[in-house]
């Protein structure tokens, strides 16, 4: 739903609410207020289970990172590189474009994905893997950068869970992407029909066991607070779903959609008259 800029003058409100049974909501106002409370507490619960998520995933990472050995992580990435655009680098060559979205979301039935259609087109599917702090979360970050000073179209995909972050890389023009999947997302790459080529790329490959070895415990501590939040956050999701369904019925059953559907077929018919002058 989008305001109007300018009602009355360009744009029209189509106001439903003259569509329901005023009494028949009026009969139903207590429970009515009592689901959207609950509906807002929720929702509140939901955020504040993913903040305390968050901070214990940058906790994992922050002791995670201590380890990592750079002059290892630049080679190994310096490699995916070379594998992607080439010995060769043209800079500026052509026209960027960049395009930034989200791939999956957070829902009441869990993690909601749409990457067989984002990827498609794709024939070069790279997968980075690694626990938090490894040095994935910086792959994806460069890569996008770096394709953007070539000249390229660059599709950026967001993590729903830290919009900050990115989870996927797309190159359209060279049929080519990079994932880093979230945890618990279910994907099989296999599956696309136009892919040519699968790599991956582990992060992890580039960590010292023995510095990581002083920071066990609290890496440990860091992944199950995580996990707990984390699953605390979707049970609460699913909660004020079912809340926001027995409210939205009440308001479902006091609608009249057959008026609804005239006003549809009215609104429609300005719409095509508009558009055949």
């Known amino acids: 739903m989008v305001d109007p800029r300018y009602p009355g003058a360009v744009d029209e409100i189509v106001n439903l609410g003259e569509y329901w049974d005023v009494a028949e909501l009026?009969?139903?106002?207590?429970?009515?207020?009592?689901?959207?409370?609950?509906?807002?507490?929720q929702f509140a619960a939901v955020y504040r289970s993913l903040r305390m998520a968050r901070m214990a995933r940058e906790d994992e990472a922050s002791f995670r990172e201590k380890g990592l050995k750079l002059q290892e992580f630049h080679r190994l990435i310096g490699g995916l590189?070379?594998?992607?655009?080439?010995?060769?680098?043209?800079?500026?060559?052509?026209?960027?474009?960049e395009r930034h979205l989200f791939a999956w979301a957070l829902t009441p039935q869990g993690i909601v994905?749409?990457?067989p259609t984002v990827l498609r087109d794709v024939a070069f599917l790279y997968v980075v893997e690694g626990d938090p702090g490894s040095g994935k979360e910086i792959v994806l970050t460069e890569l996008a950068a770096f394709a953007y000073r070539l000249g390229e179209a660059v599709e950026v995909y967001h993590c729903a869970f830290d919009p900050q972050g990115i989870d996927l890389i797309v190159l359209p023009e060279r049929r080519t992407a990079v994932l880093s999947p979230f945890p618990g997302l279910s994907f099989d790459p296999t599956s696309l029909p136009g892919l040519k080529?699968?790599?991956?790329?582990?992060?992890?490959t580039c960590l010292d066991a023995g510095v990581l070895k002083d920071y066990e415990r609290e890496m440990q501590e860091a992944r199950e607070l995580f996990d707990a939040?984390?699953?605390?956050?979707?049970?609460?999701?699913?909660?004020e779903s079912r809340f926001y369904k027995e409210m939205e019925r009440h308001y479902l059953e006091a609608m009249d959609f057959e008026r609804v559907e005239r006003k549809r077929q009215e609104v429609l018919a300005r719409i095509l008259a508009y558009a055949r002058k």
């Open 26 to 41: 009026k009969s139903r106002r207590e429970e009515i207020i009592l689901l959207s409370k609950r509906v807002k507490r």
């Open 81 to 97: 590189f070379r594998q992607i655009f080439g010995p060769e680098i043209a800079w500026g060559k052509g026209f960027p474009r």
């Open 113 to 115: 994905h749409h990457l």
């Open 197 to 204: 080529n699968l790599g991956s790329v582990d992060c992890n």
């Open 229 to 239: 939040c984390f699953d605390r956050a979707m049970r609460y999701l699913r909660e």
